[in-house]
């Protein structure tokens, strides 16, 4: 029973830090359709970048908030320079640019940092657990959900009560309608890969602490793959109920499984998770139904 | 007609004219010569290490091959084709090292061949399987299954428990000698590469052939427009898995000729990266084209190779160049993908029918 609840409990913490990823996707998707697999390089730049202000000297969250800057500026950049001109393009063509970029990045990356695995130094989260009962929780997973879980209210609330926010809904929506209201469909998709390279940063950051950084968190950000699936391509709430559930169905199987399959469940359960839950439902749980006409 | 040129325009009067493969004495003298080529010239001028890399162009050509089928000519993505060149390299690896094989076949040279087609078939049974989703699913949902091929077959099931048969610890290495067809034992660069051609070749005039018949048909038409292919009478499933088995089947032929190269197998050879980088290969040469296959293995190996040698020379002021240079290579073909997505999405086969269309009118174009 304390194994069950430990796991599940680890599981919804983690969880809460692919659905930040997710959303950030989700976001990418809604906005301009376009479908990112390049999400877990985001994760490593992200995560990166604030490993190193963090290791000058910089506080944490001074470190985390210059590192929210540059993932705003290279968002923008990115969508300037490599998605401006795709817009209207067949999906293979967009997917596959996305694909192109998590080369670029991932390369970049290794090249800059190299492959060693770093770790946040001193530690930004004590390592004494705390206990709740019977309870033990490692702070550094509860800090992460909560950080995770104070981003998901402020991009939550930018979406509902901001007038950008708004503006991006809208042109999700509907594009064509959203421009005739003079809403500036580039300066949305601009924004959506900002906040998505804002988002896949803090999420990398919270798991770099978790387990050290390397190369292997941006394994991790393609977690949010079975997380949208299940939620559905162009659900918000999707995404944040899915890359919970995943978080959990992942520790469990970490847990229970890993004595009868040895190795590597733990990665992936999640993904044969998602080929079988395609099977049954491939729209997710609160996607939008396509119908098909020739 | 005329027998030398082919006239500019149309002229075919039957169908059995317009699939003939030489249709020109001048492209049969072409074909010889480039057969000429591959089998005299460039064992002639190349040394070990052009050599090395003629093999790593061919390796490519026959896994791109498979994914030319499903995203060129069947619109089936896959994002994982590399679990399937390492179902093929393991089962005849396995077969060569476990199999108890009576003396005569050993002797006879004949068990590599062998495990290469028992391997190309498990290969393709295992396409197949995870070619089923198909059925249900297409475009960005099938990338993901075929994403998760990969991570199941190759990081879970090869490297959990298949490598661990026979307790060799994670690689298996060839004892020298084992691999032979025939009376030849693979052990050079040379013999590798008249194998590596022979099968390229194969493999090609296979594909070709397979396309201008009812199957290669079909798969073209369940590519442009699915739902009317079903209308026409085409049973998508069933030849939407064909489709799958014959990429299953190329890609596990692959798998289990690059043994032949490599020292020792390890799960590593085959990674997600192996998979995008087969993808990104048809991309540049040409999505819907057997030649764009050619092209872009062709392009895409020898830039790198281009690359490191341009490299070199820097070497010596920032030795970080060469030693990351695999990170250079990552980035450096992320780019191209993007580069040839935005600026030339028809790939390089694209140029050259351009190119072959002005000289089919030169001098006299409109």
Known sequence: MELFLMTLTTGVMVGGIYALVALGWVLIYKCSGVLNLAMGELTLIGAYVSLSFYSMGMPFLLALFFSLIIGFVLGLLTERIFLDKLIGEPVLTVIMVTVGLSFFFKGTVEFIWGTDTRVFTPPVFSIEPIRLGSLIIGQVYLWSFVAALLLLIIFVSFFRYTRWGLAMQATADDEMAALSLGVSARFVYATAWAIAFMAAGVGGTLLGNINGLNISVGYLGLLVLPAVVLGGLNSIPGAIVGGIIIGILQNFCGAYLDKYFPGGVKEIAPFVFMAVFLLFRPHGLWGWERIERV | ?366
């Not at chain 2, 087609?117 to 399987?129: F, H, P, T």
């Not at chain 2, 198909?134 to 490598?163: E, H, N, P, R």
Request: glycine residues 10%; hydrophobic residues 55%; neutral net charge.
């Open chain 2, 1 to 366: 007609m005329s027998t030398t040129w082919l006239p500019c325009g149309d002229y075919h009067q039957s169908y059995q004219e317009d699939h003939g493969w030489f249709q020109t004495r001048f492209l049969k003298g072409k074909m010889i010569l480039l057969a000429l080529c591959l089998f005299v010239l460039i064992p002639l001028v190349a040394d070990s290490y052009w050599l090395s890399v003629c093999n790593t162009v061919g390796y490519t050509i026959l896994g791109a091959l498979g994914v030319q089928l499903l995203i060129g000519f069947c619109g089936q993505v896959t994002l994982g084709h590399a679990a399937f060149l390492a179902v093929g390299a393991y089962t005849s690896t396995l077969l060569i090292l476990e199999f108890p094989w009576p003396g005569f076949l050993v002797n006879w040279g004949l068990a590599y061949p062998l495990s290469i087609v028992i391997a190309a078939v498990v290969a393709g049974v295992w396409s197949v399987l995870f070619g089923l989703p198909s059925a249900k699913v297409k475009g960005f949902y099938l990338i993901l299954t075929t994403m998760a091929a990969q991570f199941i077959t190759v990081d879970f099931i090869i490297t959990q428990y298949v490598a661990q048969i026979g307790g060799r610890g994670q690689a298996f290495s060839l004892p020298p000698g084992t691999i032979r067809v025939g009376p030849w034992v693979i052990d050079s660069d040379l013999k590798v590469y008249y194998m590596m051609t022979i099968l390229v070749i194969l493999c090609i005039v296979g594909m070709a052939n397979l396309l201008r018949s009812r199957a290669g048909r079909a798969w073209v038409a369940i590519r442009d427009n699915d739902i009317s292919a079903e209308v026409m009478g085409i049973n998508v499933v069933q030849y939407k898995l064909l489709a799958f088995f014959v990429a299953g089947f190329i890609g596990g032929l692959a798998g289990a000729f690059w043994i032949s190269n490599l020292a020792a197998i390890s799960p590593e050879h085959f990674p997600w990266f192996w998979s995008l980088w087969l993808v990104g290969v048809i991309l540049i040469g040409g999505v819907g084209s057997l030649h764009g296959t050619v092209f872009g293995s062709l392009f895409m190996v020898l830039v790198l190779e281009i690359l490191q040698l341009a490299i070199m020379p820097l070497a010596d002021t920032y030795p970080k160049l060469l030693m990351d240079f695999l990170f250079i290579k990552e980035a450096t073909f992320g780019l191209a993908i993007c580069a040839f997505m935005i600026f030339e999405p028809n790939g390089l086969a694209y140029r050259w029918w351009q190119i072959k269309n002005y000289f089919n009118l030169w001098p006299f174009s409109y």
